[in-house]
């Protein structure tokens, strides 16, 4: 599946990231107090903490690149806003403009859940 | 009547007219009534049984005040009261909220978007039926003394057989789910119509709010929906066949009902308030008198909503003693989706703010929304804290937080639809005294009904019990609440009164009385029942502000589509993205196949909470026949492949093209079954997580033979299916008949050794939790191959009369997919089954 810009499934792609990183996160955070896994530690915390930022920090990653390339198509668009095929552009626009604001909010929602991994420990 | 245009003699146009009106008009009678399929009956429809059953839930309310309206009152017995607490929440929510706005949709969305109907009318006239049928399920429990009683949200083990030991809870979860059918049809409705059914020239950004609201919420059905049909077929199965998913002392796990209910009941609040939302979006603008500001922003905020909603369900289940940190995730998500509901606020300020706003009816009843809605925003960002939530769980503070939530949420914007596009179904206006009076007592009723309840709630006064103790000293403002509850009540009937009177005593309007801007305003009354003569050209989010003339040119017989041909209902499709025409659809006309599936669909179910079961089993055959012939007259042997849309604009029909209706219903449709099977594959890691041993003793895994025998032989459907395929393409008939029924041979080949390699290892299903899930991924994914292997014997059969062919693949490709799912779902479901155990 293409994921560009200007399509429905680009332009949703950094929610569905958002989706992946809070189904991946609870799921594991389910199974490691199932199995235990909290109990071995590194660098004084929970392993398992560290999994789990490692996972968001991914997942940050993996909304921010959408962002900026939204960033980017958005910016490409107005350019051509005034030129000859301005209707396409505007098209582009908004559909670029979408891409690179879901971004942006799915990365502030993705911090908004690994606050709770950095205050708490994972199993009490 | 439009006058006619110069390109056409006026005899040529009134004849068009007139074979438009007799194609997509509704036959005369009673007859005529029941086989409509049009969307404009259909979503009238669906609005009047909506408001019935609004009354009837709003009157078990009623006996419910009366019950509270102070500490001894002896109005309802304790039973009683369960009862109507249940019936209420549960009509509220299954029987008014949801299929209302369906309502709206249905009977709005083909006309804002410049379509004649929507795709698939029979489908819809199909959910109509379930929803009418399922909802007199649910109240003939009456009739028996099985009122359902153990609260809307049915949690296991009060509602499991041993708690809840008769038919109660079956009439709950059976009639529930028959109506819950009508909400999944029309979520594929929803899609495919918003996708592809737009007026040429209506891209991305020029789609109607309302319409962008109703993908999002079509969608979150796809995905929030399934889990609560598989929670409430797991229950059932559980109470009719012994089965163990809730029950502990057989391994299994009352949790995962609620995790499950509420994975369907949080994104729920959301199904019901985007559309509602979009509602807002519509209304404001014309009521501004200006465009809406911030579109782009208002989009972007319904998909983050319609996303950040499912992340919110375990804020239900705060007290139920789950690891803190995956509290605080859940919590963290639910203050997270405030922010792009705030966006939404924010846009709808400024663009009043901007605007010469115009304070009508409709108007009045969004300031009501604003103000009773943040108020429901701000308790709800107050639950969301777990701290505050452990005080007041379960108590009326709850209780007050949804009805704002609800009612703020849905019933004000709903009002304001009712009143805003009243006039373009009965081309007449409401008494302006009477409906301001009703606005006021609704809004005084409410807030003084509902307001008290956040301090009893407080002080510590508990939902869902019949009475509170008089050391409480919450009696007076329960009985405030009471009286204040009968004021809005008859706010409520007042609004109804006043709409059925607009009917006939009215001032009549002229069309498009507010200035709306979207194309629904376009369409002259009475309302024709193919709303547009000529598929209309936008070029603008609000073409009737933009090209007024828009509203003659669509109503005039000279342009796309003016022309009726063979007898034929026929609409535009265009592009996904762009919104250029891309194919001309040809649609049902009036038939009685939707009323007799349902119908079918009904007996069956009765027969089935009779205990009936064999009965129950022989009633598929008419259901299964009934759809057959509805999948058989879907296609036509003569069908043609291209069609003038204009004297230069040819396009195919949907027999050939690519983007066809029907295989966008196929993807739809198989996302929510995929959702389906996702929520059952979740059952039974969650049992896993929560099992000692995995499989239990006494239960083994089983030999590889018969279990690799079992893929193999589904593997033999599969090669058939692509063989099937390649022969249809090239028009190699006896090739293509012959691999369709090889597939269908295969595939109950499947079913028998797939049944025999579980059998010998697992034993019966009743033995434990584990045994349940494996038999039912199993079986879900048998019925799947079953009805995969239908779907091949029907290609068989369309290829040799000749319905199938290279020119006309969409019956074959729609065939193939769904084989390819079922062959996808079958390898996932064998890995779970066979290869997780072995390796766990």
């Known amino acids: 599946m293409r994921l560009g810009p200007h399509r429905l499934s680009g332009m949703v792609a950094p929610m569905v990231v958002w989706a992946l990183h809070f189904v991946v996160v609870y799921s594991v955070q389910g199974l490691a107090c199932a199995h235990g896994w909290q109990r071995t530690t590194f660098a004084g915390h929970a392993a398992v903490t560290w999994w789990l930022l490692l996972l968001t920090a991914a997942s940050l990653a993996g909304a921010a690149a959408f962002g900026v390339r939204g960033w980017r198509a958005w910016r490409e668009a107005r350019a051509g806003i005034g030129s000859g095929a301005s209707a396409d552009a505007r098209f582009r626009r908004f559909t670029a403009g979408i891409a690179a604001v879901l971004s942006l909010i799915a990365v502030v929602a993705i911090c908004f859940t690994a606050i709770p991994i950095l205050l708490l420990q994972t199993c009490t | ?840």
């Open chain 2, 1 to 840: 009547m439009s006058t006619a245009p110069a390109s056409l003699d006026a005899g040529v146009h009134e004849a068009r007219l007139r074979e438009l009106d007799e194609v997509w008009g509704t036959k005369p009678g009673l007859r005529g009534q029941l086989t409509a399929v049009n969307h404009t009956t259909v979503g009238l429809r669906f609005i009047v049984t909506g408001f019935a059953f609004m009354l009837v839930g709003g009157l078990l309310s009623m006996f419910i005040r009366l019950q509270l309206a102070w500490f001894d009152s002896e109005v309802l017995d304790p039973q009683r009261y369960a009862e109507f607490v249940t019936m209420h929440g549960t009509t509220m929510m299954f029987l008014f909220a949801v299929p209302i706005m369906e309502g709206f949709a249905i009977y709005l969305i083909p006309k804002m978007l410049g379509a004649r109907d929507l795709p698939f009318p029979r489908l819809s006239a199909f959910g109509y039926w379930c929803y009418l049928f399922g909802g007199l399920f649910l109240y003939s429990s009456f009739l028996f003394d099985a009122v359902p009683d153990a609260g809307w949200f049915m949690y296991v083990p009060l509602s499991d057989a041993t708690w809840s030991p008769g038919l109660n809870a079956d009439f709950w979860l059976i009639g529930v789910t028959f109506a819950e059918v009508a909400a999944v049809v029309a979520a594929v409705e929803m899609i495919v119509a918003i996708l592809i059914t737009r007026a040429p020239g209506m891209d991305l950004r020029r789609i109607p709010l309302f319409a962008w609201a109703m993908l999002v919420t079509a969608f979150m059905i796809a995905f929030g929906f399934p889990p609560l049909i598989l929670a409430s077929i797991l229950l059932e199965i559980q109470r009719a066949f012994d089965f163990a998913f809730f029950e502990v002392a057989r391994g299994g796990d009352p949790l995962l009902w609620q995790h499950l209910f509420w994975l369907f009941g949080h994104p729920e609040v959301y199904i019901i308030f985007l559309p509602a939302a979009g509602v807002v979006s519509m209304i404001i603008p014309t009521f501004a008198r200006r465009p809406i500001v911030g579109y782009s922003w208002i989009v972007l905020a319904q998909v983050a909503v319609g996303f950040l909603s499912f992340g919110l369900w375990v804020h239900h289940m705060f007290a139920v003693g789950i690891p803190l940190l995956a509290l605080a995730l859940f919590s963290a998500a639910s203050m997270a989706v405030a922010i792009p509901m705030g966006i939404q606020v924010f846009a709808w300020i400024a663009t009043l703010w901007s605007g010469r706003p115009w304070l009508r009816v409709p108007m009045l009843y969004l300031v009501g929304f604003f103000f009773v809605f943040v108020l429901g925003g701000l308790t709800g960002v107050m639950l969301a804290m777990m701290p505050f939530n452990w005080q007041v769980h379960d108590t009326h503070f709850v209780v007050a937080h949804l009805h704002y939530v609800l009612i703020g949420g849905l019933m004000f914007p709903l009002f304001a639809g009712l009143y805003y596009w009243l006039p373009l179904a009965s081309g007449r206006t409401p008494s302006e005294t009477l409906s301001r009076t009703a606005f006021w007592l609704v809004f005084i009723g409410f807030n003084l009904a509902f307001l008290p309840m956040h301090l009893t709630g407080m002080l510590g006064m508990p939902r869902r019990v019949y009475t509170y103790s008089e050391e409480m000293g919450v009696h007076w403002l329960n009985l405030l609440s009471t009286a204040a509850g009968f004021v809005l009540a008859i706010g409520i009937v007042a609004i109804l009164v006043d709409v059925a009177l607009s009917f006939r005593h009215g001032p009549r309007t002229a069309r498009n009385p507010w200035n709306g801007g979207t194309l629904e305003w376009a369409i002259p009354f009475p309302v024709p029942l193919y709303n547009f003569a000529s598929v209309p050209v936008v070029g603008d989010r609000d073409p009737l502000w933009q090209r007024p003339e828009i509203a003659d040119a669509s109503a005039r017989a000279d342009g796309m589509l003016g022309e009726v041909r063979d007898g034929q209902r026929e609409i535009l499709c265009t592009g996904l993205l762009s919104g250029e025409p891309e194919q001309v659809v040809r649609i049902s006309n009036s038939t009685w196949l939707p009323l007799l599936a349902a119908l079918s669909l009904a007996a069956l179910l009765t027969c089935f909470i009779a205990k009936a079961y064999a009965v129950a089993a022989v009633m598929l055959v008419p259901l299964l026949g009934l759809l057959g012939a509805w999948a058989w007259t879907s296609g036509h042997r003569h069908a043609p492949t291209h069609l003038d849309v204009t004297a230069d604009l040819r396009l195919p029909t949907q027999y050939a093209a690519r983007n066809a209706p029907g295989w966008w219903a196929l993807v739809v449709s198989l996302l929510i079954d995929g959702s389906l099977f996702a929520s059952l594959v979740f059952s039974y890691f969650y049992l896993w997580l929560g099992a000692d041993a995995w499989p239990p003793a006494g239960i083994a895994t089983g030999s590889w033979g018969p279990q690799l025998l079992a893929l193999g032989v589904l593997g033999v459907a599969a090669g058939a299916v692509q063989f099937a395929m390649r022969a249809v393409r090239r028009d190699a008939r006896a090739t293509a008949i012959t691999a369709w029924l090889l597939a269908a041979v295969a595939g109950l080949a499947f079913v028998a050794v797939h049944g025999w390699a579980l059998w010998v290892p697992v034993g019966p299903p009743q033995a434990h939790a584990y045994a349940s899930v494996v038999w039912t991924l199993a079986g879900f994914h048998a019925v799947h191959v079953l009805v995969a292997v239908l779907f091949a014997t029907f290609l068989a059969a369309r290829v040799h009369r000749g319905y199938a062919s290279a020119a006309r693949p969409l019956d074959a490709r729609v065939a193939a997919g769904l084989w390819r799912y079922t062959v996808g779902q079958g390898l996932v479901a064998w890995a779970v089954v066979h290869l997780f155990p072995r390796f766990a």
